[in-house]
């Protein structure tokens, strides 16, 4: 099972960005797949969560410049991220948790914003 995420980058303050990660593999029982951050120093956070039932989650400092999106298959999942903010920097990770109580992760993908 590998997770694949991509699509960081470098972009000024108020731009816009596209992060998809791919789920290749088998992974039985996918119940959550998320978007986690973590900035240097920090510990890593969640920042957007959709569910089997597609509820979504999200973290505050992101609500209404943020959306997370999967395929049916659940084989891919994305971040819309809008109106960036230099705050936002980080590596972003994708993760998926199972019903089992897995969890997988991605290798992660930095965004940097610049002021």
């Known amino acids: 099972v590998q997770l694949q995420a991509s699509g960081g980058g470098l972009v000024q303050a108020g731009g816009s960005l596209r992060l998809s990660c791919a789920v290749s593999?088998?992974?039985?029982?996918?119940?959550?797949m998320g978007w986690y951050r973590q900035a240097p120093g920090k510990q890593r956070d969640l920042v957007a969560l959709i569910t089997t039932g597609d509820a979504t989650n999200y973290a505050d400092s992101v609500k209404g410049r943020f959306t997370i999106s999967r395929n049916n298959a659940k084989t891919r999942v994305y971040l819309q991220m809008n109106s960036l903010r230099p705050e936002d920097t980080a590596v972003y990770y994708c993760?998926?948790?199972?019903?089992?109580?897995?969890?997988?992760w991605g290798q992660g993908t930095q965004v940097t914003v610049s002021s």
């Open positions: 993760n998926v948790k199972t019903w089992a109580g897995l969890d997988y």
């Open positions: 593999g088998s992974i039985y029982g996918i119940a959550d």
